[in-house]
RNA sequence: GCUCACAUAGCUCAGGCGGUAGAGCACUUCCUUGGUAAGGAAGAGGUCAUCGGUUCAAAUCCGAUUGUGAGCACCA
């Protein structure tokens, strides 16, 4: 049966998708086995293993992953048969009565009342029986021992819904062999070395302090250097696609956000306001609240609103990196991925309805641009649309069906027009409209939305903005929404994890260490970082009394992408040794055409170095 | 917010079944002037996250708090 669950994957029923269904049922026999007591909840397949969900009378940890692999083991080596039993309604229910299950009951009665289930299949292998629709192995021995590891323990929500009871999920990893599992778990290791929390510390790119606050990342130098270099590229970008920036500040009046429609209904993802008290011209005291601005959309519309605007100056384009904050939930803060205060890579696009298309055309092109630059591949894209059969619907949406409709309609069009893969999500649009998302993937596998483009077909006629048209006539503008280069937060924690901390030139902190054979070389390594840096490179001198070994160790250890080697040689011919980041040939040449190239690879911000 | 785990030097970690701590790296100083991933020596650095409880005695045991991680929920 379809367990609508998220993790589950939709793959054909192949072998190794038995493998992993059939050892969720033996994982929930040794945990039965092990916790006298214990229910059930859902047990797929998913990715790279299986989970299985319990509400357990004692905890498992970590500490009873042995013995449980060992039980299970024991269960594999019985060989133990699959029966499939499918029984009628009422049958089946009276035995979910029986096994004492009440999630697996609740799911029957749902199954069978919503999708209109006559019968119920059942999987019975040794003394542990499951409501499932299979399919299975068809004895036990027919899964390998020595392919499958317990993972890790977690809470999830019954039914995915955080009103339901919290259940402990135990993921396993399960592969077809040994070797499978073994390349998959080192892989999944060396994966964890790119982890841009790890790696951002170790680099020296951000630090979190307590005493700042959690969520609130402090940019060392290394990393501001990477966010004003991504910074330049979106402003040269932006330029060049008739964007105007503008500057605005970091709160506002807590009313505009009730205009707008982000309050009360987002109250818990903002902080809460500040109130002051502020006299007026008649000496009366005035209560004020302001709000830290959880988005730049209304500072923006306001300064489309600053004057009365024509249809000759649409599309009008307003770019900002601009700060925002919100009050993330405590759980869902880490590293960079998710903060509470971050920057934003914002620009409105307000145009007429004829305009969108092109407009969002521009933006995918720009998006493209980019990401070809920077070499990022692994991204898919999504459309979000909303979700008019959640309950929670009114609230969630603004109430303007047809428009949703028709808005989702046009992104869909440019999608296939522009012959772009998505995938289609429902529920996933923001309250305003429908949106195509960027989706890239953390180095645990984890999805995370990156960019966005979105069409707003509300908040401009709730701000009253207004443009007059060829007609003569006031007309509400539309506003694309779009972040290519997402936050500086998130995007910086998946460039460190795609490029595993070794950034190309043009955007890593430091471009060039010189390093001397010994420190009678220093004063001519001096010189070169001096030029370098005369010519807004940044050149640092390595440390001047390590042996050299040591000094490319370091050098290496920083990831650093140019290593320049200078002794007696290159300091009687004028040249240098270039040394590459993780390649061991070297390069001599005179340090002007270094220098030459050097530029070269910078101002085409190429990926490696242009010899 | 929820479940579970974790919290020892700037970093990575060891140790501690109750008697106030240890390594490597980094740092400082000295020696070494070395041609491709750690030259040598010395030194400094921690009331073992915080608060409370048990105890003659707590860094170790218990509780709470805070923080971190994984997952779930959330994610304009």
Redesign the pocket.
């Known amino acids: 049966m379809p367990f609508e ?3 589950e994957i939709d793959a054909a029923r192949d072998e190794l998708y038995r493998i992993r269904h059939s050892l969720a049922h033996v994982l929930a026999q040794a945990v039965l086995e092990m916790r006298e007591g214990a229910t059930l909840g859902f047990g797929p397949p998913i990715q790279d293993g299986f ?1 299985y969900d319990f509400v357990l009378p004692e ?5 009873d992953f042995p013995e449980l692999e060992r039980r299970m083991r024991r269960i594999l080596k019985k060989g133990q048969r699959f029966y499939q039993e499918e029984l009628p309604k009422a049958e089946a229910l009276a035995r979910i009565d029986e096994m004492g299950e009440p999630y697996k009951r609740e799911y029957a009665q749902e199954l069978c009342e919503k999708n209109g289930l006559e019968s119920l299949s059942f999987y019975r292998n040794g003394p542990f029986l499951d409501m499932c629709e299979g399919p299975h192995v068809d004895t036990s021995k027919d899964i390998p021992r020595d392919a499958f590891k317990i ?7 019954w039914r ?4 339901n009871t ?1 259940m ?2 135990i ?1 396993a990893w399960a592969f077809e062999d040994k070797t499978a599992l073994d390349a998959y778990v080192e892989a999944y290791e060396l994966a964890l070395e790119r ?1 841009h ?2 790696l951002g ?2 680099l020296d790119i951000f630090t ?1 302090d ?1 005493e700042i ?3 609130l990342p402090l940019w060392l130098p290394n990393g501001t250097v990477i966010r004003d270099e991504l910074e330049k590229l979106a402003r040269e970008l932006e330029f060049a696609d008739g964007y105007q920036r503008v500057a605005t500040p970091h709160i506002a009046k807590q009313d505009l956000f009730y205009r707008t429609g ?1 309050l009360p209904y ?1 109250a ?3 902080y809460p306001p500040i109130e002051v008290l502020e006299q007026t011209e008649h000496g009366d005291v005035v209560k004020e609240a302001y709000v830290l601005k ?2 730049n ?1 209304p500072h923006h519309h306001k300064i489309f609103a600053s004057s009365l605007r024509s249809y000759r100056e649409l599309p009008l384009r307003l770019a900002e990196y601009g700060h ?1 904050y ?10 960079l991925l ?1 903060v509470r205060g971050m920057c934003m890579n914002d620009a409105h696009i307000y145009c007429t309805e004829e305009q969108i298309a092109d407009e969002f055309r521009n933006v995918i092109s720009l998006y493209d641009r980019a990401y070809s630059i920077l070499g990022l591949k692994e991204y898919f894209l999504r459309l ?1 649309c909303w979700d008019p059969e959640d309950p929670q619907g009114k609230n ?1 949406y603004v109430d303007e069906p047809e428009a949703w409709e028709s808005s989702q309609v046009i992104l869909r069009n440019i999608l296939n027009e522009l012959n772009l893969d998505y995938v289609e999500a429902k ?6 409209g429908p ?1 195509i ?1 960027v989706q890239f993937p ?1 180095v ?3 999805e ?2 990156v960019s ?1 483009v ?1 069409l707003d077909f509300a908040i401009p006629k709730r701000l009253d903005l207004k443009y007059i048209g060829p007609d003569g006539d006031e007309h509400v503008p539309y506003c694309i ?1 779009r972040a290519p280069f997402s936050t500086h937060e998130r995007f910086v924690a998946y460039l460190i994890e795609h490029f595993g901390g070794a950034f190309p030139t043009w955007l890593a902190p430091v471009q060039v260490q010189v390093l ?7 004063a001519y390594a001096q010189g070169i970082v001096n030029e370098l840096r005369a010519d807004f490179v940044r050149a640092e001198l390595g ?8 000094k ?3 050098g ?2 920083r990831k650093i992408p140019n ?1 320049l ?7 009687e011919a004028k040249e240098v ?1 270039l ?1 590459r ?2 390649i ?1 040939e ?1 390069t ?1 040449m005179p340090f002007a055409a270094f220098k030459e190239k050097l530029r070269a690879t910078i101002n085409t911000r190429a990926l490696e170095f242009v010899l």
């Open positions: 669950h998220s993790g989970y905890p498992i940890t970590e500490a993972r890790s323990v977690a809470g999830a929500y995915g819904d955080s009103r919290m402990t999920r993921y982890d929390k790890k510390k170790e979190i307590n606050g959690r969520g982000h987002y818990d993802d903002m959880p988005m959309c925002v919100r009050f993330e939930d405590s759980g869902a803060v880490g590293g998710r979000s969630k529920g996933e649009a923001a309250f305003y949106k998302d953390t645990t596998g984890r995370e939305s966005t979105q929404h001397t054979v010994s420190e009678q070389f220093d440390s001047t009394s390590d042996t050299v070994s040591k490319i160790r370091e290496t250890t290593l080697i200078v002794g007696e040689r290159e300091v040794t040394r980041y993780g061991r070297q001599t």
